[in-house]
């Protein structure tokens, strides 16, 4: 069988500009290789401007790698046109709140991607949207709702709605849920897993947190400035860490204690 993701040797490189000297090429990703799975969860961690970002554009599509490719299902995602690779893998951004339009109703932001990527009559579109509603947790009125009208958690609610509603393979996080309170927090990550039983979805998700990465994901993704140092099944990353980074990043108790529910991977 195929294996849903396939990171293959991908590096860039920014260059930086700097008045009218000549560009400087900052290495932000070194090559790195790895394999996801069908549902699993990856979680990626890191210091600050190790490539965490990086890694989770270049999987969304919103940036090119400088060399290497990635292939999902066995098709190589540069040959893909955005609209195949929507409905492969969809993004919530770091700042997901500010993302939604505050002009439009929850259900016409949640219609606006079926509109550009399947050819559904506008009933299938409207019952899909009610479907989606419902898969989050929220109701059929909060169709009609404008964003500032929903509490923080319930736009993050519509943010994951927004990023399922095409139904993809991979959903990707960039460290979006920080913003939220520790307990909304919890409602949240446990809808994922939720979904994730429900769907069959991966996640691939950068976070700080050792105690949600523990708690979520399969697999350990470890990044220090720009290479990938530790890769590996959480089991194997908590139990015989071989870097110290690791270590420390997954012994670190200055995280949030959350109420999660209880189906630990560990
Ligand atoms: N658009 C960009 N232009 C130039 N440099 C960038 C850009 N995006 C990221 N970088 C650089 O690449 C490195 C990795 O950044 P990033 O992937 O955002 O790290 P992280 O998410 O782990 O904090 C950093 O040194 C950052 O300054
Ligand atoms: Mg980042």
């Known amino acids: 069988?195929?294996?849903?993701?396939?990171?293959?040797?991908?590096?860039?490189?920014?260059?930086?500009?700097?008045?009218?000297?000549?560009?400087?090429?900052?290495?932000?990703?070194?090559?790195?290789?790895?394999?996801?799975?069908?549902?699993?969860?990856?979680?990626?961690?890191?210091?600050?401007?190790?490539?965490?970002?990086?890694?989770?554009?270049?999987?969304?599509?919103?940036?090119?790698?400088?060399?290497?490719?990635?292939?999902?299902?066995?098709?190589?995602?540069?040959?893909?046109?955005?609209?195949?690779?929507?409905?492969?893998?969809?993004?919530?951004?770091?700042?997901?709140?500010?993302?939604?339009n505050p002009q439009i109703t929850v259900g016409q932001q949640l219609t606006e991607p079926l509109i550009f990527n399947t050819d559904w009559t506008p009933e299938k579109q409207k019952q899909h949207v009610y479907e989606t509603l419902s898969?989050?947790?929220?109701?059929?009125?909060?169709?009609g709702f404008y964003p500032h009208m929903l509490s923080s958690g319930q736009q993050q609610r519509v943010c994951i709605a927004r990023a399922i509603v095409l139904e993809p393979q991979i959903v990707m996080a960039d460290e979006a849920f920080v913003a939220l309170d520790p307990s909304i927090r919890a409602q949240i990550i446990n809808l994922i897993?939720?979904?994730?039983?429900?769907?069959?979805?991966?996640?691939?998700?950068?976070?700080?947190?050792?105690?949600?990465?523990?708690?979520?994901?399969d697999k350990i993704l470890i990044m220090h400035r720009g290479s990938m140092i530790e890769f590996g099944?959480?089991?194997?990353l908590i139990n015989h860490p071989e870097e110290q980074l690791t270590k420390t990043l997954l012994h670190s108790e200055h995280n949030y204690k959350v109420p999660l529910h209880s189906t630990t991977k560990e």
């Open 1 to 100: 069988m195929t294996k849903l993701l396939e990171v293959r040797e991908i590096s860039k490189y920014y260059v930086h500009k700097d008045g009218w000297m000549p560009g400087k090429r900052i290495c932000a990703l070194e090559p790195l290789s790895f394999d996801l799975e069908r549902g699993e969860t990856l979680a990626i961690m890191g210091e600050t401007g190790s490539g965490k970002s990086t890694i989770a554009k270049i999987i969304a599509g919103a940036e090119r790698p400088s060399s290497g490719e990635l292939f999902l299902n066995g098709q190589a995602l540069s040959a893909m046109t955005d609209q195949q690779r929507c409905r492969y893998v969809r993004m919530i951004f770091q700042d997901s709140l500010r993302s939604l």
């Open 135 to 143: 898969k989050v947790g929220l109701l059929p009125d909060h169709y």
């Open 193 to 217: 897993l939720d979904l994730q039983q429900d769907m069959g979805i991966s996640f691939i998700f950068v976070s700080h947190s050792a105690e949600i990465v523990k708690h979520v994901s």
């Open 233 to 236: 099944t959480t089991q194997a």
